[in-house]
Nanobody, 127 residues
Framework: QLVESGGGLVQAGGSLRLSCTASGRPISSSYAMGWFRQAPGKESEFVAGISWDTVDTYYGDSVKGRFTISRNRPENTLYLQMNNLKPEDTADYYC?????????????????????WGQGTQVTVSS
């Protein structure tokens, strides 16, 4: 139902823009959405979250100031602009959609709060 794209190989300091679109059954644009990532051998990590109306955005500590989450509600597309990438950003990135419209940082960071998940897109940052 959610399909990510935009991953790839980039050198440290470079940028990538990930996209997430609904495929098949549409995900309501009234839901909050988020990005998570998982590196090999590591636990899943919250990257960023955004409320349905884009008013509230939240970021994981490791990406603050470098990543920007946004969404285009009419097109039902979620984005993650990643700048100044570091080798430690290497991971599979997943978008997710909740069944609620907005929440606080604790809610946004909780994987269990999301009902829909994409298959992931791989990001590799070389040093």
């Amino acid at each position: 139902q959610l399909v990510e794209s935009g991953g790839g190989l980039v050198q440290a300091g470079g940028s990538l823009r990930l996209s997430c679109t609904a495929s098949g059954r549409p995900i309501s644009s009234s839901y909050a959405m988020g990005w998570f990532r998982q590196a090999p051998g590591k636990e899943s990590e919250f990257v960023a979250g955004i409320s349905w109306d884009t008013v509230d955005t939240y970021y994981g500590d490791s990406v603050k100031g470098r990543f920007t989450i946004s969404r285009n509600r009419p097109e039902n597309t979620l984005y993650l602009q990643m700048n100044n990438l570091k080798p430690e950003d290497t991971a599979d990135y997943y978008c997710a959609a909740a069944l609620w419209s907005s929440g606080n940082i604790a809610t946004m960071r909780d994987r269990d709060e999301y009902a829909y998940w994409g298959q992931g897109t791989q990001v590799t940052v070389s040093s």
